[in-house]
């Protein structure tokens, strides 16, 4: 059996539905979407410098296998992939941790804080997008009334122990289905 897992000070074992040697992957407590799912290295470590070269390599080999079965089992188009390495960049718990999210069109009525100030820096990119059912680059914009808010963190509620280790349960047949083609 496995030695407990810890996501820094707090024990994730029984949510976790994917382990290699060197990494992990679990049920996140507050998704912002059905999903979203977490990947650390099992050493915890506040930083991506701090990682070994492998630790980083399986870190990085293992996000990519989880994207992709969340992506299947969840219907997704695609994913948004994120780190917040440091305390200036938002991170809150000291230990390297990737979000998977998977993404389908129309979820949300504006992508996350992040993506804005990117197209603010960026050229103020959002001006060029089009309004409504227009297209924009051959990319049809849903209509607002399709796409959600993005919830705030004080409006998601953290699920159960029992949600989240039915979940990884769920999750953790489809790891198995995979290995099994490899």
């Known amino acids: 059996m496995p030695k407990q897992l810890y996501f820094s000070k ?18 996140n407590l507050k998704p912002i979407l059905p999903g979203h799912v977490l990947v650390i290295p099992q050493r915890a470590v506040p930083r991506l410098k701090d990682l070994t ?3 980083l390599t399986d870190l990085f080999t293992s996000v990519r296998k989880v994207q992709q079965v969340i992506e299947k089992v969840f219907s997704a188009s695609a994913s948004n992939i ?6 200036d960049a938002g991170q809150t718990v000291p230990h390297v ?9 129309a979820d949300f009525s504006e992508n996350d804080l992040v993506y804005s100030e990117l197209e603010k820096n960026e050229g103020n990119l959002a001006s060029l ?3 409504g059912n227009e297209r924009y680059a051959g990319d049809e914009r849903p209509p607002t009334s399709m796409r959600q808010a993005i919830p705030k963190d004080e409006d998601r509620k953290p699920r159960t122990l029992e949600e989240m280790e039915k979940e990884a349960q769920w999750l953790k047949g489809y790891f198995s289905e ?4 490899e």
């Not at 707090?10 to 049920?27: C, D, M, N």
């Not at 995979?178 to 083609?181: F, I, N, S």
Request: no cysteine; aromatic share 12%.
């Open 82 to 87: 994120g780190i917040q390495d440091g305390v």
């Open 53 to 55: 070269p492998s630790e």
């Open 129 to 131: 997008y089009l309004t």
């Open 10 to 27: 707090f024990p994730v074992g029984s949510q976790v539905f994917y382990r290699t040697k060197l990494s992990a992957a679990f049920v």
């Open 97 to 105: 941790h990737v979000h998977i999210i998977p993404r389908k069109k």
């Open 178 to 181: 995979e290995q099994e083609k």
